[in-house]
């Protein structure tokens, strides 16, 4: 950074110099200015006394005048020359001068020629004229020659002022690289002293939590003693409390044992009701075997008698609750109770005598009389999937009660629920009529499992025998 700093310095040094040069040079164009003013002035006096010559009187001693003043023009046009080799930079400005110039010369031409046709006259004017001519001629070719000098040193200065400018430039552009540099070397320094500070902060952090590690460490080593002398006041409470689980555990083993033979009680008895009814159990379970569904998270034994036997009678005991739950749900879809308070039964399921036909015929419900506007309940709860007119059942409602268990009931005088109604054990459902092919007012009940009829009958003792074990 020292150093690239060092370079701006010189740079920009260098850049003052040629600024003060640049100056300097334009100070010179001015004098040269000045200069060429006084040349075209002498100019000027020379055209006026090579206007004079036409007297003819006074021609030998202004040619004499003339020639001094002509030597002292060329003196002058010498230091001028000599002052031009200093010019580096912008001749344009003469540009206008020499062209003035130019024509002041033209103008000279013509006037020599006019002085041509005077002199002519006489011999003596002639060689007088033919003398001036001379004198012209050779001003007019230094004159013309200066003015080449002038048009390829203005050229030359030109190109050095088109260098110049390009080398400034350049210079300009290196410095704006520099500062981009610099500024980006200052930035990164930045953040180095940023992750600095960071790092120290973090190592003054560390040293504390050290310090802090230490205190724990001293104080973990008392703790651990301590922890020493209460191990072995424990190791004897355990020795005791293992005494007392092993009592405790005969205890639980005897409480198991008592329940699960409780819970399969239960489960014959309810296995018993399903037996009844006519339906397979195993399909009204479904497809899961629940005898041997088991599962849990895994936690070694250890090697003692009584906790293995202990665990065996709970997991026995886990299999008949969850069978005893699954046959709870299933008996709690089934129709076991009547869907009539009192009733006689005129029709029974199967075979009969058509009651307006007289014709044998096969009866796929159970005729339950009762008088008119009798109120008729679900006999387990379900959902209304039909509830109008159906032909000769007149009006009828059908209830889903999940298992693929349907019942239904026809020939009704009044609906009390609507298709898609949810309805609950022993909810009022319709009213006994006479509706549709119906001889008097009873109620047509039907059960179905999987859409095949089966005898009502059958689940009414099933229910029965649920109750007088309850």
């Given at each position: 950074m020292l150093a690239t700093e060092q370079r701006l310095a010189d740079k920009d040094s260098a850049i003052e110099e040629q600024?003060?040069?640049?100056?300097?040079?334009?100070?010179?164009?001015?004098?040269?200015?000045?200069?060429?003013?006084?040349?075209?002035?002498?100019?000027?006096?020379?055209?006026?006394?090579?206007?004079?010559?036409?007297?003819g009187d006074h021609i030998s001693e202004e040619t004499a005048a003339e020639q001094v003043h002509l030597k002292s023009s060329e003196d002058e046009r010498a230091r001028v020359a000599l002052a031009r080799q200093a010019l580096e930079d912008?001749?344009?400005?003469?540009?206008?001068?020499?062209?003035?110039?130019?024509?002041?010369?033209?103008?000279?031409?013509?006037?020599?020629?006019?002085?041509?046709?005077?002199?002519?006259?006489?011999?003596?004017?002639?060689?007088?004229?033919?003398?001036?001519?001379?004198?012209?001629?050779e001003?007019?070719?230094?004159?013309?020659?200066?003015?080449?000098?002038?048009?390829?040193?203005?050229?030359?200065?030109?190109?050095e002022k088109q260098a110049l400018d390009n080398s400034l430039d350049e210079l300009n552009d290196e410095l704006a690289s520099l500062k981009g540099q610099l500024s980006e070397r200052a930035e990164l320094v930045a953040e180095q002293q940023?992750?600095?500070?960071?790092?120290?902060?973090?190592?003054?952090?560390?040293?504390?939590?050290?310090?802090?590690?230490?205190?724990?460490?001293?104080?973990?080593?008392?703790?651990?003693?301590?922890?020493?002398?209460?191990?072995?006041?424990?190791?004897?409470?355990?020795?005791?409390?293992?005494?007392?689980?092993?009592?405790?555990?005969?205890i639980q083993l005897e409480l198991v044992e008592r329940l699960t033979e409780r819970s399969k009680s239960s489960v014959d008895v309810i296995e018993k009701t399903v037996a009844?009814?006519?339906?397979?159990?195993?399909?009204?379970?479904?497809?899961?075997?629940?005898?041997?569904?088991?599962?849990?998270?895994?936690?070694?034994?250890?090697?003692?008698?009584?906790?293995?036997e202990l665990e065996a009678s709970v997991a026995l005991l886990d299999m008949q609750l969850v069978r005893w739950e699954a046959l709870q749900d299933v008996v709690g879809k089934l129709p076991l109770t009547t869907p009539l308070d009192q009733y006689r039964v005129t029709s029974s399921f199967g075979k009969r005598r058509d009651p307006v036909t007289g014709k044998t015929s096969v009866h796929n419900g159970l005729?339950?009389?009762?008088?008119?506007?009798?109120?008729?309940?679900?006999?387990?709860?379900?959902?209304?999937?039909?509830?109008?007119?159906?032909?000769?059942?007149g009006r009828m409602v059908e209830i889903d009660h999940g298992n693929g268990i349907r019942t239904r009931y026809g020939h009704l005088r009044k609906l009390l629920v609507?298709?898609?109604?949810?309805?609950?054990?022993?909810?009022?459902?319709?009213?006994?009529?006479?509706?549709?092919?119906?001889?008097?007012?009873?109620?047509?009940?039907?059960?179905?499992?999987?859409?095949?009829?089966v005898d009502p009958r059958k689940f009414l003792l099933a229910g029965k025998n649920v109750f007088k074990v309850q």
């Open positions: 600024k003060i040069e640049y100056f300097s040079l334009l100070q010179q164009v001015g004098e040269y200015h000045n200069e060429f003013s006084k040349i075209t002035k002498n100019l000027q006096e020379n055209q006026e006394q090579l206007l004079s010559l036409l007297d912008k001749f344009k400005q003469f540009e206008g001068d020499l062209e003035s110039i130019a024509g002041k010369n033209l103008a000279l031409e013509t006037q020599a020629k006019q002085l041509r046709q005077v002199l002519e006259t006489s011999e003596e004017e002639r060689s007088k004229a033919a003398l001036a001519k001379k004198m012209m001629s001003k007019l070719a230094e004159v013309q020659t200066e003015l080449e000098r002038f048009v390829q040193k203005n050229a030359l200065l030109e190109d940023a992750q600095m500070t960071s790092l120290l902060e973090g190592k003054r952090v560390a040293l504390q939590e050290a310090e802090k590690v230490g205190q724990k460490l001293h104080e973990t080593a008392l703790y651990s003693e301590q922890l020493e002398n209460e191990n072995t006041e424990l190791a004897n409470e355990v020795d005791s409390l293992k005494n007392s689980l092993v009592e405790v555990s005969n009844m009814t006519g339906l397979n159990l195993e399909t009204l379970l479904g497809s899961d075997n629940l005898e041997t569904g088991q599962g849990g998270p895994y936690i070694p034994l250890e090697d003692n008698q009584e906790t293995a005729d339950m009389a009762a008088p008119m506007k009798s109120s008729i309940y679900a006999p387990a709860p379900g959902k209304v999937v039909y509830a109008g007119w159906r032909g000769r059942y609507t298709q898609g109604q949810e309805v609950a054990h022993n909810e009022k459902i319709a009213l006994l009529g006479n509706s549709g092919r119906s001889t008097g007012p009873h109620v047509h009940y039907e059960i179905l499992f999987n859409g095949n009829p």
